[in-house]
C-alpha cells in the first residue's frame, strides 16, 4: 500500500466522521488496484488516479453517514448490523461494494445489467474474502418484481445520473416498509426534488431529508435524498424494462 493512500484516506474519512481500520483501508487499497488494473480492458471508471479514487468514489460512498444517523449527531456503525442493503446498478461497486468494506455486518446485494461488471466485483469480492454480500444480474425493472428482493430491504441505494423520478422507480420496490432509499446526487437539486415528489409518493415513499456537503479538499458539490418508504409500492411498478427512464412518473 503507498504512503498517500493511507494517510489521504484516513485523514477524508475521519473529517466525514468515520474511522477506518487498518483492514478496511488495505481492502479499499486492493479494490482501487484491481479497479485501475480491469478499467485497462474494460469501461469501469473514467477516474483512475490515486488520489481523485480517494475522494471522489470511496469517500464520496461513504457519504450516507451524512444522511443515516441513528443516535442524533453521532452515527454508530454497529447499527447497521443485521441490516440488508441493495445497490441498485452498482457499476464498479460503487457504492455497494464501499460500504460492504465500511460495514463488515451490513449483508449486501449488488445489481447490475451488465455482467461482466458483476465478474469484476465477484473477483474483488473473493479477493478481499467477504461474506454477506452478492451480485445479481438483471435489471432493477424486472428485479424489483422478484420475489426475495421486492420490498425486502432496510437500505437501497443508487449512485446515478437518472433523475430522481426515475431513479425511485427503480429503487422504491426493493425496500421494505420503514426502510429507505438513499439516493446520491449532485447538489442544487430542490427542482428535480419537487419534480419527483408525486413519484415518490405514488411509489410509497416519502422524502426525509436532503444532506448537501462538499468532497474533502474540493470544491465538488454533493447531495445524499434519503427517503423513507411509508407504504408498500403498488404492484405495477416498475413498470417493464425502459420505460421508467423514457416516460418518468410525473
Known sequence: MTD????????ESEAFGFSLNDLQIEQLFEYFLC????????????ITEESEVVTKHFIDCMAIIK????????????DLSGKKLIDVGTGAGFPGLVLKIMFPDLDVTLTDSLMKRLKFLDQVIEKLDLKKIATIHGRAEDLGHQKGLRESFDFVTSRAV???????????PFVKKGGFFVAYKSTGIKDEIDSAQHAIEKLGGKVVSDTEFVLPDTDIQRSIILIQKIKETPKQFPRKAGTPSKDPIV
Do not use: C, H, R, W
Not at 479497479?35 to 471508471?45: C, F, G, H, P, R
Not at 444522511?67 to 454497529?78: C, R
Not at 437518472?162 to 422504491?172: G, I, K, M, P, R
Open 4 to 11: 498517500s493512500f493511507y494517510k489521504q484516506i484516513s485523514k
Open 67 to 78: 444522511a443515516i444517523k441513528p443516535e442524533g449527531d453521532t452515527f454508530v456503525s454497529s
Open 35 to 46: 479497479l485501475v488494473e480491469t478499467n485497462k480492458v474494460m469501461n469501469l471508471t473514467a
Open 162 to 172: 437518472a433523475n430522481l423520478s426515475t431513479l425511485s422507480e427503480y429503487d422504491l
